[in-house]
């Protein structure tokens, strides 16, 4: 008889804490970045339930986190980089519509704006945390509480920190 392959390390998922004595299985496969975004890194300690929880519409209205996660991050992939006369013709979204008379891009009517970032926010949280315990193995440490319970619970607003760090050489030394 075969076995399937569970996803775990710690045997605790990372989300909720459950393990598999609580009757918590870890048999789908925990991408680290939304499959749908092309991301092939696997995770681990991520329970079956909170998998599904991270893709799936919470509520109407409220889209679900990887859809949030892989919509703003496709748009900006598409208008971010190497733009020409053409991009906007392969371009597809179910939150965006983009102008081109106008060169704008705008939210379609039947979304707010507010619950897309919001669920993009908690989509942040959802990778970083899974791929720090992918590399660490210390993803179920208290102090990622916040993390924990902001992505997976919608708990609090912890701050995301957008930095864009250009380095260069110089003949001197090294400047950040």
């Not at 004595?21 to 991301?39: E, S």
């Not at 092939?40 to 599904?52: A, L, M, T």
């Amino acid at each position: 008889m075969k076995t399937r392959k569970q996803y775990i390390n710690t045997s605790k998922c990372i989300w909720c804490g459950r393990t598999e004595a609580d009757g918590a299985t870890f048999y789908d496969k925990p991408h680290i970045v939304t499959h749908g975004l092309g991301g092939q890194e696997i995770g681990v300690d991520v329970c079956d339930d909170c998998n599904h929880y991270f893709g799936t519409a919470p509520r109407a209205g409220i889209p679900p986190i990887d859809l949030a996660f892989k919509e703003i991050f496709n748009a900006f992939m598409t208008f971010g980089h190497n733009l020409d006369e053409n991009t906007y013709k392969h371009f597809k979204s179910v939150f965006f519509e983009y102008r081109h008379s106008k060169h704008t891009i705008r939210i379609k009517s039947n979304f707010n704006s507010h619950n897309i970032t919001t669920q993009f926010k908690r989509g942040l949280y959802e990778v970083f945390l899974q791929r720090y315990h992918a590399v660490t193995g210390n993803g179920n440490h208290p102090m990622f509480d916040t993390v924990r319970k902001y992505a997976r619970y919608g708990i609090g607003s912890p701050h995301v920190l957008y930095t864009y760090n250009i380095s260069y050489l110089n003949q001197e030394k090294l400047i950040c």
